[in-house]
C-alpha cells in the first residue's frame, strides 16, 4: 500500500518529501507524490498556473526518483486537507507525510492543513523535521530512536501497534514516555494525594511504572524490556512529553490522537506536539489500529476477583482462577467500609479458606487483600487500576428493574466506572 506525500515545493516540502521517498523505499512501497491548487487560483489564473504547478510536480517526482524510490504524481483541485484525505482514502495509504507549518504562521500552523489533516486522515500523518536523522537509519548503520506517548487509551494501542510495524522496516530503539498528573493519578489508583501539584509518593511513582511498563510490554524485544520515562507534569502534557523526546534526543516522538475538535485541542497532546516538537511526528489515530483477523489476542495475566462471602462470590473466585493461565495471578479482594488490623487479618484467613486447591497449580499466584471504603464499586475499580490487572471477575445476583434500584448493583457500577473487562458470574437458575 502506498505512502501519500503533499508538497506545496517550498525548502520544508521538499524535506518531507525526502523522508516519504525514505520510508517508501525502506518499505518497498510506491509513493503518490501530491499538489493542491485551489480552485479560487485555478479560476483565476487558467491552464499557466496547472502547466506550471505539473511541471513542478514532475521535476519533484525526478529529484526523488533519483533516490531510488518507486515515485507516482497526481494534481488535485480542492480544498488541501480534504482533497489529500479523500486521496489517500482512494489510494488506500499506509501513511501521510506533510512539512512541518512555517514559522511565520500564525500560532505555528493552528487551523492551517497540517492541523485539518491531522482532524480527518484515518491513516498516521507524519509530519517531517531534521530529516538527515532518518538517513542512517535507512542505510542501515544504527537504530531508529523512537519515544512513543504512553496512556491508557485506544490511541495508544493504534500507536504502538504502528511502532510494531515500523520495527518490520528495520531496527528501532524504543522509549515509553509517560507523562501524568500527579493529583489526578492518585485519585484514579486510590492511593495517598501528594502534597503540591508537583509532587508525588512513591506508592504512585511505583503503580504509575508498572502500569507503564505493562503497556509497554508488547513492545519488548528477546526478553528485554521497553525503557519507560514516568515523570510528573504541570500543565500541558505535550510541553512535557516534547521535552522528553529532546532530552531522550530521539528521531521520531510517535502519539496516538483522539482527533479533538474546537476547544478539545486545548488538551489534546497529540495536537501540540504536532505544532511544538523539533523532531518529526507521527500522529496516529484510532482508525489506524488493527482490526479484523490481524488482531493480536490481548494476554490475561492478572485477575482481580471480589467476594462478599456469599455462595455467588466463591463460584466466582473458581473462574477467576480458571480464567488466570499458569504463572499468572489472581488478586483475591474483600472490601468492607472500616476494619481493625485484627478484623482485616480475620477476614484474610477468610479470604484463603476460598481459594480453591487448585488455584497454585502451574505456578499459579493468589495475592490475598481486604480493602475499606463505604463505595464498594470505587474501591473495587481503584484497585483494578492499582494492580494493572487484565480481567476483573465478580459474582452477580442479576437483579433486574426495581429490585436493582432500590438495592443497586456493585457489578453494574463497576462496570460504569472501570474500562477494563468484567466477567459476571451468575448463578444457575433452577
Request: with cysteine; proline share 6%.
Amino acid at each position: 500500500m502506498p505512502i501519500v506525500c503533499a508538497t506545496n515545493f517550498s525548502d520544508a516540502a521538499q524535506r518531507a518529501c525526502d523522508a516519504a521517498a525514505l520510508l517508501a523505499r525502506k518499505a518497498g512501497e510506491p509513493l503518490w507524490l501530491v499538489h493542491v491548487l485551489l480552485p479560487d487560483s485555478v479560476r483565476a489564473f487558467g491552464k499557466p498556473l496547472t502547466e506550471a504547478a505539473e511541471a513542478a510536480l514532475g521535476d519533484e517526482a525526478r529529484r526523488l526518483e533519483k533516490t531510488g524510490a518507486q515515485v507516482q504524481r497526481t494534481l488535485l483541485t480542492g480544498e488541501p486537507a480534504a482533497a489529500l484525505q479523500e486521496f489517500a482514502k482512494k489510494q488506500k495509504a499506509t501513511l501521510v507525510v506533510t512539512a512541518e507549518p512555517s514559522h511565520d504562521t500564525p500560532f505555528l500552523g493552528l487551523g492551517g492543513t497540517m492541523d485539518r489533516l491531522a482532524q480527518s486522515l484515518e491513516v498516521p500523518l507524519l509530519v517531517a523535521r531534521d530529516v538527515p536523522a532518518l538517513e542512517p537509519w535507512a542505510r542501515g548503520e544504527r537504530p531508529l530512536r523512537v519515544m512513543l506517548g504512553v496512556s491508557r487509551s485506544l490511541p495508544f494501542e493504534a500507536a504502538r501497534n504502528w511502532v510494531k510495524g515500523l520495527r518490520k522496516l528495520g531496527p528501532v530503539e524504543v522509549v515509553g514516555g509517560r507523562v501524568f498528573w500527579a493529583q489526578e493519578e492518585a485519585v484514579r489508583l486510590g492511593l495517598e494525594h501528594p502534597l503540591g501539584f508537583g509532587d508525588e509518593t512513591p506508592a504512585l511513582r511505583q503503580a504509575l511504572e508498572k502500569e507503564a511498563a505493562a503497556l509497554m510490554e508488547p513492545l519488548s524485544e528477546g526478553g528485554k524490556p521497553a525503557r519507560v520515562r514516568v515523570e510528573v507534569g504541570m500543565g500541558r502534557i505535550a510541553d512535557h512529553l516534547v521535552s522528553l523526546a529532546a532530552e531522550e534526543k530521539v528521531d521520531l516522538l510517535v502519539v496516538g490522537t483522539h482527533q479533538r475538535r474546537a476547544l478539545g485541542k486545548l488538551w489534546s497532546v497529540s495536537h501540540h506536539c504536532l505544532r511544538l516538537a523539533k523532531m518529526s511526528v507521527v500522529s496516529v489515530p484510532v482508525q489506524a489500529a488493527v482490526q479484523g483477523t490481524d488482531v493480536e489476542l490481548p494476554p490475561v495475566r492478572t485477575v482481580l476477583v471480589t467476594t462478599d462471602f456469599s455462595e455467588l462470590a466463591d463460584r466466582a473466585i473458581a473462574y477467576a482462577c480458571s480464567l488466570t493461565p499458569p504463572g499468572g495471578t489472581v488478586h483475591l479482594l474483600h472490601v468492607t467500609p472500616q476494619a481493625t488490623a485484627e478484623q482485616q487479618a480475620a477476614l484474610k484467613q477468610q479470604l484463603e479458606q476460598r481459594v480453591p486447591r487448585a488455584a497454585s497449580q502451574g505456578g499459579r499466584k493468589v495475592e490475598l487483600a481486604v480493602a475499606t471504603g463505604h463505595d464498594v464499586a470505587g474501591v473495587i475499580t481503584q484497585a483494578a487500576e492499582r494492580l494493572c490487572v487484565d480481567i476483573i471477575c465478580m459474582g452477580t445476583h442479576g437483579r433486574t428493574g426495581v429490585v436493582r434500584a432500590v438495592m443497586g448493583s456493585v457489578a453494574q457500577a463497576v462496570m460504569a466506572r472501570c474500562d477494563r473487562p468484567v466477567v459476571l458470574v451468575r448463578k444457575p437458575t433452577a
